[in-house]
Structure formats: structure tokens, C-alpha cells
């Protein structure tokens, strides 16, 4: 089946459900109600539009807007917000779970054929450059130079593992495990770690600090570092998979790995200690500022700059009560990412699979 005809396929099967009004508790809907529906179909039919919009131009091959996701995220994100918004006021349109393990209030899985036609064309528009440098074991690649790193940082091998299954997560949540993407939002940040680049310089001059470490305690990675760095020579590093993580481990982590053995007692689950990395990548100062308190989940934030981060990050971004908070603690900010949590069981999956070199 053509791919017009799948996208077509996955309208018509939530047509049932655009079509089927509300039923409301106990009786006809309240205005609130009425309000409540009407915002949400709106959302679902402008959500449908982008879709068949945005397929229809690559299947046409014309060319797309400037950051020709940006509509999609922010159509998405208005879906799923209308719908919390919507289940607030009727608790009884809460459905079934759904298999992108969103909570159910926040998500009606009739749609999850909309949602899977929103990621093959993301996967398209952000498909990597002609010229990008793959690499066959992209996966090992993360764990063996953030278990490197974590040892030249001078940690212990078990919390250098740890360090290498975090990163693996990272890997996850910023590209869902593709390496040398593109990125549909931004005209910055690229890679297989999405970082822009300046940071990408920072990375590189940090390696460089440690590079005679490293190769002490690991000739192999060293002299495959070499050849990367040779084959990666009058290029974007960033679309040479090998570099790029490299670089960016170096540009935002390396140094919280010193942190690795306190933050694995504060976080015993593998999967919050992947979120709190992904907060380097979002909000880092505030992050850092979190560990160095002694009080990492009662720490609270309560800039405006801060909370618009989150939210563009999808934290605290869906329905009214979530988007009207004006502080959180990271308590609260780690339970409020569980958008991430698919793509972090994904990244412990894919960890268990690979064997310690």
C-alpha cells in the first residue's frame, strides 16, 4: 500500500471517533463540557489537516516550509492538551491505555494511527544529508565512549557502565536512537545528539584535554577515535555519528558523570537517572544547580525562562492545569516526563543486548 494511501487509511479510522459526539455524565453535556468537546475536535481536525498537508507536499516533492515540523509538534501538542482539558471536564472520556504509553487522560488511543503517520514524517523530513558518516554499531558507539569518558572522569567501572547506559538513553530521547538526523524544529541542532554548533566546539576542544587519558586507559577507542576523527576531516562533525556523540558527552555531561555515584543512590531507577540527564540537555543550569543543593528532588524552579523550556520539551506542556504551573520541583519535573519513558525502556532494552566489551 502507497504511503498516501496509509495516511489515508489512518484518518479513516478515527473518523468514527470525530463523528461521534460526546457522552456526558449523567445526562446532557455542560456548556464547560460543550466547550470542552468542540475545542478538541478542533484540534484533531486541524491535526488531520497538517498531516495530510505535509504528506502531500513530499509526496508532490515540493518544497517545505522553514522548519516543517514546528506545525506538526505544535498541532500535536494542542491535541493532546485539548484532550486533558477535555477529560478534566469529563472524566468519563477517559479510554483505554494506548501503546505510546501516554497516560490516558491525556490521550485517546482511537487516534494512535494520526500519531504513527506524525513520525514517518518527521522520519522523512529529518532524514540525514547525503554525506553523513554512518557507523555500523552507532548503539556500542554511545556506551564505549561515555564508559571512557566516565573512567577518564575517574569513576569506578560499575558507575562508568551506568554511565554508558544513560547516554544510551540520551541517544533515545533526543533522536529515538537514529543517528545523523536532521531536526524538523531547528536549524541549530543536528546529529545523532542534536547539538548546535558551538557545542559542538566546546565538545571537541574538551576531548582534546582528555584525549591523552583516554587513550592510557583504552588504545582501542583511542585509535578508532582516530580514524574518525581523519574520516570526519572539512565536515559538519555532527553528522559523523562517532564525533558527534563524542562531543556532545564531552560539551554537556562529561563532567556531571563525577556525579554518577551520588545520583544513582538519590535515583535508584535507571530510567530517572536518564530523565535527569535529559535535563542537562534541556535546562542545564538550573540542573546543575539542583545537584549542587544537597536536595536534588525537593529543589524547585520558578523562572519563566525555565518553565518555557520544559514546556517546549514537552514537560508540563498539555492542558490548562499543567501549562498554568509557574514552578515545579524535580520531583515533579521527573514524574512530568512521561513522554520520555517509551523511548528510555527502548534505550534499557537496547543496553541489556549489548555485551561489555
Known amino acids: 500500500m502507497g504511503s498516501r494511501r496509509l495516511a489515508a487509511a489512518a484518518f479513516a479510522a478515527v473518523a468514527f471517533f470525530v463523528a461521534t459526539p460526546a457522552v456526558a455524565q449523567g445526562g446532557a453535556p455542560t456548556p464547560k463540557q460543550s466547550e470542552a468537546l468542540a475545542t478538541y475536535e478542533r ?12 504528506r502531500r ?14 506545525a506538526l509538534y505544535l498541532a500535536r501538542v494542542a ?4 484532550y486533558k482539558d477535555l477529560t478534566d471536564a469529563m472524566p468519563s472520556r477517559i479510554g483505554r491505555p494506548n501503546k505510546f504509553e501516554i497516560p490516558p487522560a491525556y490521550f485517546d488511543a482511537d487516534i494512535e494511527p494520526l500519531v504513527d503517520e ?18 555500523a554499531t552507532p548503539f556500542r558507539d554511545v556506551v564505549d565512549l561515555a564508559v571512557a569518558i566516565a573512567r577518564a572522569k575517574g569513576l569506578a567501572p560499575d558507575h562508568a557502565q551506568a554511565a554508558g547506559r544513560i547516554s544510551l538513553g540520551l541517544f533515545f530521547a533526543e533522536t529515538n536512537g537514529k543517528q545523523n538526523v536532521r531536526n524538523g524544529r531547528s536549524n541549530t541542532y543536528m546529529g545523532s545528539f542534536q547539538t548546535g554548533p558551538s557545542e559542538d566546539r566546546n565538545g571537541r576542544r574538551k576531548w582534546e584535554a582528555i584525549k591523552g587519558e583516554i587513550a592510557a586507559l583504552d588504545p582501542e577507542l583511542n585509535a578508532r577515535d582516530d580514524k574518525e576523527e581523519a574520516r570526519a576531516r572539512g565536515t ?19 563532567d556531571i558523570f563525577r556525579e554518577i555515584p551520588g545520583i544513582v543512590k538519590t535515583l535508584p ?17 538550573p540542573t546543575r544547580s539542583a545537584l549542587k543543593s544537597g536536595d536534588l528532588l525537593n529543589y524547585r524552579v520558578s523562572s519563566s525562562t ?3 523550556h520544559l514546556r517546549n520539551n514537552s514537560i508540563f506542556a498539555f492542558g490548562q492545569a499543567d501549562r498554568a ?3 515545579a520541583s524535580f520531583r515533579e519535573i521527573l514524574a512530568a516526563m512521561w513522554l520520555f519513558n517509551r523511548k528510555f525502556e527502548r534505550a534499557m532494552a537496547k543496553y541489556a543486548e549489548l555485551k561489555p566489551r
Open 43 to 54: 484540534a484533531l481536525g486541524d491535526f488531520k489537516s497538517i498531516l495530510a498537508e505535509r
Open 57 to 70: 507536499q513530499i509526496e508532490a516533492k515540493e518544497p517545505l516550509p522553514n522548519l516543517p515540523g514546528q
Open 79 to 82: 491535541v493532546i492538551s485539548s
Open 118 to 135: 506524525y513520525g514517518k514524517l518527521f522520519d522523512i523530513m529529518e532524514a540525514p544529508p547525503a554525506n553523513a558518516q554512518n557507523s
Open 236 to 254: 559538519d562533525h555532527r553528522f559523523n555519528h562517532w564525533t558527534n556523540v563524542r562531543d556532545g558527552l564531552m560539551n554537556a555531561h562529561a
Open 269 to 285: 531507577d535507571p530510567i530517572d537517572q536518564m530523565k535527569l540527564f535529559e535535563l542537562i540537555q534541556i535546562v542545564p543550569t
Open 306 to 308: 525555565v518553565m518555557k
Open 325 to 327: 504551573r509557574t514552578s
